[in-house]
């Protein structure tokens, strides 16, 4: 089983999905992951989620499938039983941890202040989702914490575009980027799977430390 760090330094951006099940859930995995993105996370918001995390990991090929929007400690042995490869949470309690380390599952807990991201350092945790990312401070907040807490990794999600995800790339304390604009609602209504994969392409080409933000 990998670490979370090893999943989070894989990728410059993880796709955040809110999918109705696994029809749709395929051939937006095989866009995201053609146009160069095979870390993706799908937000346990739709009855057929987990369905969608079943299918995805079992039938396409090169992709990282994990699972989002946890909030119950039940949910960790659902997503590991669907075949997800990680969790994340947009926040963390200390249930949610021992859930976490029951499934042995890679896992990506959120803060949104620093006393919670000390907390979490206590328990071990060195990479973090800062969420709602540009809702609690965006970049500066981050860009503040690099001194104080050099051995902290986040991933920012929230609120987060192509140009925006450019310039957190650009912080050393920032792993990868989290965001939803990568699969726009509208072209999963469409199956515009092409449109899919060139967002996914755009944000595939961030890499790190980029200078200034790309065209959109
Ligand atoms: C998440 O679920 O992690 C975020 O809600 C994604 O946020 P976004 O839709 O603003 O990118």
Same mark, same amino acid.
């Given at each position: 089983?990998?670490?979370?760090? +090893?999943?989070?330094?894989? /990728? @410059?951006?993880? @796709? ?27 937000? $346990? *918001? ?7 995390? &079943? ?18 400690? #039940?949910?960790?042995?659902?997503? &590991? &039983? #669907?075949?997800?490869? %990680? ?5 963390? /309690? ?7 380390? +029951?499934?042995? !599952?890679?896992? $990506? @807990? ?12 206590? *328990?071990?945790? *060195?990479?973090?989702? %800062? %969420? ?7 970049? +500066? %907040?981050?860009? #503040? ?5 050099? +051995?902290? $990794?986040?991933?920012? /999600? ?5 140009? &925006? ?33 060139? !967002? ?12 200034? @933000?790309?065209?959109?």
């Amino acid at each position: 089983m990998p670490r979370i760090g +090893d999943i989070v330094g894989r /990728t @410059p951006v993880i @796709p955040v999905l809110t999918l109705a099940g696994a029809p749709d859930g395929i051939p937006v995995a095989r866009a995201l992951v053609t146009g160069g993105l095979s870390v993706i996370e799908v937000t $346990l *918001r739709t009855a057929g989620a987990l369905e969608a995390v &079943k299918a995805i990991a079992a039938e396409v090929k090169g992709v990282t499938v994990g699972v989002g929007t946890v909030l119950e400690p #039940a949910q960790f042995e659902k997503a &590991k &039983k #669907a075949g997800a490869g %990680f969790v994340v949470s947009p926040g963390f /309690t200390p249930t949610l941890g021992a859930a976490a380390a +029951d499934a042995g !599952l890679p896992y $990506l @807990p959120g803060v949104s202040t620093v006393s919670e991201a000390l907390a979490l350092r206590e *328990r071990g945790f *060195r990479h973090l989702k %800062f %969420f709602p990312a540009e809702q609690c401070g965006g970049q +500066d %907040f981050l860009r #503040a914490l690099a001194a104080p807490l050099p +051995d902290l $990794l986040f991933c920012p /999600t929230g609120g987060v575009d192509l140009a &925006k995800a450019a310039g957190y790339l650009t912080l050393s304390n920032v792993s990868c980027v989290g965001g939803s604009w990568v699969v726009p609602p509208d072209a999963i209504a469409a199956n515009d799977w092409a449109r899919i994969e060139a !967002l996914a392409s755009k944000a595939a080409g961030l890499g790190r430390g980029v200078a200034s @933000p790309p065209q959109a």
